[in-house]
């Protein structure tokens, strides 16, 4: 064998094994196409009574302060949305800071449009939504995450690798409920996670804690004693667009049409 | 501030997270890569199906899309939160995002073309190298020029006619294989818009036709453009220069050949043009007609607020005019010229309201959100995410074709294949 | 393979080994497919373990009962019995260690996210006590008069005109 023989034969077999076992596993096809594994004993949910409700807001102040968002910051893992319908028929809906501050004005907040003063007497019905991550079942937002930065813990919670995010923005356009947003230090992707220190300790979630009139309720889906669940389960509860297939699981009592 | 409050004023119901989150990179990027696979296409129409009369716009537009290539990156990095993490798009992919598949397409298409380019010039590197070589003193960017030649030969010095078909063969075998690659790196852009079913007016699946076909509309016109100009440009050097060198073409020369390139091109230009309007215009009569759900906001949208933007400038002046202007008999230079720069504009604009048409409403369906864009920057973001540096994503491809021209010429190239 | 065509696959493959090679240094061995598959389980194993130990900053009001069981009973008793402690004490975090005292949140703007007076017929707003917070003692601070631990609707003014008539 000549010398130039010798030298490519050898560079084949060290870059053969230089390739590690690990980079493999993604071209095994068992692996690429297996299902959830769906072993975990817990699967969280999130109950949430719009007629319970107040606006007070203690929850996105709670949210803000266990979760580390500044409280200056125009972003939230959580907020609550107010409803005023009127006799016309109109719906007015604002959210001003999330309410991180409740809601102490009849005056609707338009953003650019200025505001909206309500009439008393033109009021048919008036009311208030929390919102936050629904952790999806089929969660768009970790489908289309392109480093796997974003994922599903076995418990159904969805997270975000602070440490791995790229920060490209696309989970937050996938999302169609609008829960994520940039951090604004650590740039990385920012969402509702359940918080997830707490429920793995047994705790429940800041704004569960936080909210005075049980507007707020976490459980577990795989525990058929769970209260939650038996309302869940039992009960009138709606879910939000169930036309895009994401499968959330933060259910809605008294869920009304409005509702966006 | 959080990123995209500087540049967002949010209008009745919009959700409190919700920010115009992809700006102006996000609409050059598309813009840029369409660019890319188009000019491609252009040069296959000459190397694959064999259209002798591309020849001379063919060679000119491969090393162009060469140039535009790593310019496609630099929106995305000036984009990204954490650039320096951009990487992990190759090291730890999902392929279940269409993101991912970048770093596959842009990859194999980058191999693909420099492969090309590889077997197209090889035999100017050799003589280049040779001639180099026989000089006794060279001087030090001689002596530099002489390393580079030679280390681009990869070993390959034997320049025979055997030698020289097989990198025809070769060059024919990746202008074939470019053609679906350059369909993947452009169609993977619009299956990125068009997955998102969370966005009313970019989920459909038409998005990676609409985006394939005005990307070879774009990359069509480019070539054409910059071809007329360089034209030009040599028109009046050999004007001056003849006097010295009278075996230099004439000007009337280059003007015949000239018009001939363009008139050829224009034609596939115009074909590709009609079927990207095709599909753009089934996309909204579609949706009109079923009635969707979400319709109603981007109705409010394209006919309120964006209709200037929509109907005048991008399908108006942007599709109607130009196709007009190709189609009415005896085209001119200055005809092409305006017809072209008019089609750039309008794919642009398809760009810009898409990107930002798509963020001008809430996905409360009960709001709108309105894109400032940074002109003067303030600070680092803005001037990443704002025109300065949309500007300058702009530019960088002539500034690398400037550079590459000295290593793949593209002007007199009897020994080109 | 002796023909020269075959050189550019050469490097194209060895880019390609030199990529896989990277991901050894540069990847962690915990980055994989995990339990959730590869569409929604593809991450770093590692990062769920981080996110469970973040620092608990609210202790709930059971904590606080631990130490101030008297406090926690006379609220019990009041309709205020139903907010959290840390709602207006801001967050234990380390109390009585760190931070040695919680402070007292006594603006009027957190009164007034559930007394001020809106028009919201339908939800459970309406059977709260409210005012109109233009009108009624503005720029005052409500516990001037009020004592969040104790909140009956009569004032302090009025406290005292009942007991001075007894």
Request: proline fraction near 5%; hydrophobic fraction near 45%; aromatic fraction near 10%.
């Amino acid at each position: 064998m000549n010398r130039r023989d010798f030298l490519k034969n050898s560079i084949t077999v060290i870059a053969g094994l230089a390739v590690p076992l690990s980079a493999l596993e993604l071209i095994n096809p068992r692996k690429l196409l297996a299902k959830k594994d769906g072993e975990s004993a817990v699967r969280w949910a999130f109950l949430v009574d719009t007629q319970a409700c107040v606006g007070c807001g203690f929850c996105v102040k709670a949210c803000k302060t266990e979760n580390g968002i500044p409280h200056e910051t125009n972003i939230t893992r959580t907020w609550v949305e107010r409803y005023v319908v009127t006799k016309t028929g109109k719906t007015y809906i604002d959210s001003p800071k999330g309410a991180r501050d409740g809601f102490t004005a009849n005056r609707i907040d338009l953003g650019e449009e200025g505001h909206q003063e309500i009439d008393k007497d033109d009021v048919e019905k008036a009311f208030f939504v929390p919102k936050l991550c629904n952790q999806c079942e089929n969660p768009a937002c970790v489908q289309v995450c392109p480093v796997g930065a974003t994922y599903q813990t076995p418990d159904g919670v969805v997270l975000v690798d602070r440490k791995h995010c790229i920060g490209c923005a696309y989970c937050i356009m996938a999302c169609p409920y609008g829960v994520r947003s940039f951090h604004p230090e650590y740039k990385t992707a920012e969402k509702c996670t359940f918080c997830y220190h707490l429920i793995t300790r047994g705790m429940k979630t800041a704004c569960v804690d936080a909210c005075p009139f049980g507007a707020r309720k976490i459980g577990n889906l795989r525990d058929p004693d769970d209260p939650v669940t038996k309302t869940i389960m039992s009960g009138r509860v709606g879910i939000l667009k169930e036309q895009y297939g994401t499968k959330p699981q933060v259910y809605y009592l008294a869920l009304s049409r409005e509702v966006k | 501030m959080v990123h995209g409050e500087a540049w967002t004023l949010k209008e009745l119901f919009v959700y409190p997270n919700e920010y115009i989150y992809w700006t102006i990179q996000i609409v050059m990027y598309p813009f840029m890569t369409g660019l890319v696979a188009g000019a491609f296409v252009l040069s296959s129409l000459y190397h694959v199906f064999g259209i002798k009369e591309l020849k001379d716009i063919a060679r000119f537009s491969l090393v162009f899309s060469f140039a535009l290539l790593p310019v496609a990156m630099v929106p995305l990095q000036l984009h990204l939160q954490h650039p320096e993490r951009g990487i992990e798009v190759m090291l730890t992919p999902h392929f279940t995002s269409a993101i991912a598949a970048f770093g596959i397409a842009f990859s194999t298409y980058g191999m693909i073309v420099a492969t090309e380019l590889w077997f197209v010039y090889r035999k100017h590197f050799v003589e280049t190298a040779q001639a180099l070589r026989a000089k006794r003193d060279k001087s030090l960017p001689e002596r530099g020029q002489y390393f580079l030649f030679s280390a681009l030969t990869l070993g390959a010095w034997d320049i025979s006619a055997q030698a020289l078909a097989k990198d025809e063969k070769g060059v024919k075998i990746m202008a074939t294989a470019g053609i679906p690659v350059a369909c993947l790196l452009h169609g993977y852009a619009g299956f990125i818009f068009g997955s998102v079913k969370a966005n009313a007016l970019w989920t459909t699946p038409l998005m990676p036709f609409i985006f394939i076909c005005s990307a070879v509309v774009s990359g069509i016109a480019l070539c054409v453009l910059s071809y007329i100009v360089t034209m030009e440009i040599r028109k009046l050097m050999v004007t001056w220069k003849r006097k010295s060198d009278p075996s230099l073409p004439t000007p009337e020369e280059i003007r015949t050949v000239e018009m001939f390139e363009v008139t050829m091109t224009a034609r596939y230009l115009v074909l590709a043009l009609l079927a990207a309007l095709g599909l753009e215009l089934l996309d909204l009569l579609f949706r009109d007609y079923a009635k969707f759900h979400s319709w109603e906001i981007v109705r409010t949208l394209i006919y309120g607020k964006d209709f200037v933007n929509v109907f005048v400038i991008q399908y108006g002046l942007g599709n109607l005019v130009p196709l007009v202007l190709f189609l009415l008999p005896g085209l001119t230079v200055r005809r092409a010229v305006v017809a072209t720069l008019l089609v750039l504009m309008g794919v642009f604009m398809m760009r810009w309201n898409l990107v930002i048409g798509g963020q001008a409403f809430s996905a409360s369906f009960a709001g709108f959100m309105h894109y400032e864009l940074p002109v003067i920057p303030h600070d680092i973001e803005t001037f990443k995410e704002g025109l300065i540096g949309a500007i300058l994503v702009g530019i960088m491809p002539f500034v690398f074709f400037w550079g590459l021209i000295k290593i793949f010429p593209v002007f007199r190239c009897e020994d080109s294949h | 393979m002796g023909s020269h065509v075959w050189r550019p696959l050469y490097i194209a493959a060895a880019l390609i080994a030199l990529v896989l090679v990277a991901r050894t240094f540069l990847v962690p061995d915990d980055f994989g497919i995990h339990e959730q598959g590869y569409m929604y389980g593809w991450h770093r194993k590692g990062n769920e373990a981080e996110w469970k130990v973040m620092t608990v900053k609210y202790r709930t009001a059971a904590y606080c009962r631990e130490c101030h069981e008297d406090k926690t009973e006379s609220l019990a008793r009041t309709p205020h019995g139903i907010i959290s402690c840390e709602n207006c004490h801001g967050p234990a975090l380390n109390h009585p260690d760190d931070p040695p005292t919680l402070t007292i949140d006594r603006s009027r703007a957190l009164c007034l996210r559930c007394h001020a007076l809106l028009i919201t017929p339908t939800s459970g707003r309406a059977d709260i006590a409210g005012i109109n917070p233009d009108t009624h003692n503005p720029e005052a601070e409500c516990t001037l008069c009020h004592d969040p631990h104790n909140p009956v609707i009569r004032s302090r003014s009025d406290e005292q005109a009942r007991l001075s008539q007894k």
